[in-house]
């Protein structure tokens, strides 16, 4: 499955925020009921890769998007100017970190994503995910990093549940699928098993997890002078106002991950709530493949959530 990344103006999510293969207005109203009795909250997951927290740009009429590159002339250490493409961004990405880790407890959301596995696009999996952000006080750990997924599509995996909480259960994931003859399994996040169609393991989910790498792996690339950075500061994603950052390597070089990347910032959270990678076209001209993608619905911040939401013995959980 193959798309040409499209300017990134207003996104909008169909049934259970499935994305629309068009980007226009739809009707979002009308939601079905995702779970029925059980109530399960969600945040982020799977993978990384993975969506980056950026702080707001304000939006300003008639604001055509910069295109930042690397010059090879001497820079002019009086004007403020990035020196790489790439600083601005990374700027914004530190001061969202710094704004996730002070602020930011907990959160739930309905997580769809999809990802290319061994060179195949796979379906797009509805989510309901519960985070819980690693706190520390003073050296000591105060609230452990901790996950709960309930799959909700496709019909495969509907009803799988799996849990991680930060240093219990010997460091395992626990998980089931919606089935009387598989049992409840405790598994390392990395093996074989926790890994089949993931690119990335539970321990990565969430958003802080994925600004961090994103960071990094910008301070990476500046070693480069393969990067374009545009803004939009006038884009939506479910009738919300976001920011979006792209960044493109015009040139395929060894090492880099993706071809362009988008990353969606919900303005009024201020947080990632859509990222999408493309590799490089395999011919001239022709269409972008898909790498990954992840879209954060109904996402709400700080709704207190407790230890009985990470435990396996929940009444309202199957484990």
Do not use: W
Request: with cysteine; aromatic share 8%; charged share 25%.
């Amino acid at each position: 499955m193959v798309a040409r990344p499209l300017p990134p103006r207003n996104i909008e999510l169909g049934e259970l925020g499935r994305p629309s293969p068009k980007v226009g207005k739809q009707n979002m109203n009308k939601r079905p009921s995702l779970i029925g009795r059980r109530t399960v909250l969600c945040g982020i997951a799977g993978t990384l890769l993975c969506n980056i927290g950026i702080a707001q740009q304000q939006p300003r009429k008639n604001l055509k998007e910069p295109v930042y590159r690397v010059s090879t002339a001497k820079s002019d250490t009086k004007k403020n100017v990035p020196l790489h493409p790439l600083d601005e961004a990374l700027q914004m990405a530190n001061a969202s970190l710094e704004n996730i880790q002070r602020n930011v407890n907990d959160y739930t959301c309905v997580l769809i994503k999809r990802e290319r596995i061994k060179g195949k696009l796979g379906q797009f999996e509805y989510i309901f995910t519960k985070v819980r952000n690693h706190k520390e006080s003073r050296g000591k750990v105060t609230q452990p990093f901790s996950v709960y997924m309930y799959f909700l599509k496709p019909a495969k995996i509907k009803g799988r549940e799996v849990m991680y909480v930060e240093g219990t259960n010997r460091g395992r994931l626990t998980a089931h699928e919606n089935s009387i003859v598989i049992p409840t399994v405790n598994l390392d996040p990395n093996s074989a098993l926790a890994m089949r169609g993931q690119r990335y393991p539970i321990t990565d989910v969430g958003i802080e997890n994925l600004v961090k790498k994103l960071i990094e792996r910008g301070e990476k690339e500046k070693k480069s002078g393969n990067c374009e950075v545009s803004f939009n500061y006038n884009a939506k994603f479910n009738q919300r106002p976001c920011t979006v950052l792209q960044v493109k390597h015009p040139v395929k070089e060894a090492g880099l991950e993706f071809y362009i990347a988008q990353i969606f910032i919900d303005k009024e959270l201020n947080l990632p709530v859509r990222y999408i990678a493309y590799d490089f076209p395999t011919k001239k001209d022709s269409a972008t493949p898909i790498l990954e993608e992840y879209n954060y619905t109904r996402l709400k911040i700080n709704v207190g959530l407790t230890d009985a939401d990470f435990d396996t013995n929940n009444e309202e959980y199957n484990f």
